[in-house]
């Protein structure tokens, strides 16, 4: 069965640092990644999308993808207490299904 | 553009009655899905429609849980009856093309079932 696999967390970072938030999958298949935060009684919002290996930066955020290792990570640089969130993992496993993790619970203490 | 749009936000009913939602995704997205969030698990890919047509609905309980998409538009989810665990967050999502480029999420429904 195809999976995605995220740390449940919480992950705790101070204010200002680097969080890094990681995920595995199974399907070798799988064309491209995403990140997707989710405020607390929100719905999910796209935030990264990677498609290649390497690293794809907009903003604060840099997502990297190493598709040998079979590994998609987030970095949040400079966290602010707005980015506490759940963020989920996913990949497109082409034949139009995508596979969400379990996501993250990501703190970012003041 | 605008969002994709659910109704209602939020939705209480007893076990075994039946209860509907309503999504209406962005405009030219062919793709549709139907995901069920449990509190603290991702979520859970119900019914995925391209166009008018299923494409996935193998999670799909469908003893209990039936969907459409009417001219390749607007899609309601139904359940019937209803049981305490169908209780969750029912979000829409939508495409431009199979999802390759990631999904726009409705603001979804959450259904109590008491």
């Known amino acids: 069965q195809k999976e995605v696999e995220q740390n449940s967390g919480p992950l705790s970072v101070p204010e200002g640092a680097i969080a890094s938030l990681n995920c595995t999958y199974s399907d070798r298949g799988s064309q491209s990644f995403f990140w997707y935060r989710q405020y607390s009684g929100k719905s999910p919002e796209l935030i990264m999308s990677?498609?290649?290996?390497g690293d794809k930066e907009d903003g604060r955020f840099t997502a990297q993808l190493n598709k040998a290792s079979q590994y998609v990570s987030l970095l949040i640089r400079d966290s602010q207490p707005s980015d506490s969130a759940t963020y989920l993992c996913?990949?497109?496993?082409?034949?139009?299904?995508?596979?969400f993790g379990a996501g993250t619970r990501l703190f970012v203490k003041a | 553009e605008a969002g994709v749009a659910q109704s209602p936000r939020y939705k209480i009913i007893e076990k075994r009655q039946s209860v509907a939602f309503w999504c209406n995704p962005i405009?030219?997205?062919?793709?549709l899905y139907w995901y069920q969030q449990i509190l603290g698990q991702g979520p859970k890919l119900l019914i995925q429609f391209q166009n008018n047509g299923v494409v996935d609905d193998s999670q799909l309980p469908k003893d209990r849980f039936s969907a459409e998409r009417l001219k390749g538009v607007d899609s309601t989810l139904k359940i019937q009856p209803a049981k305490l665990e169908d209780s969750a967050v029912y979000l829409c999502a939508s495409s431009f093309i199979s999802g390759v480029d990631g999904y726009t999420f409705g603001s979804g429904t959450r259904l109590t079932v008491v």
């Open positions: 996913a990949g497109y496993t082409g034949g139009f299904k995508t596979i």
């Open positions: 405009s030219g997205h062919a793709t």
């Open positions: 990677i498609y290649s290996n």
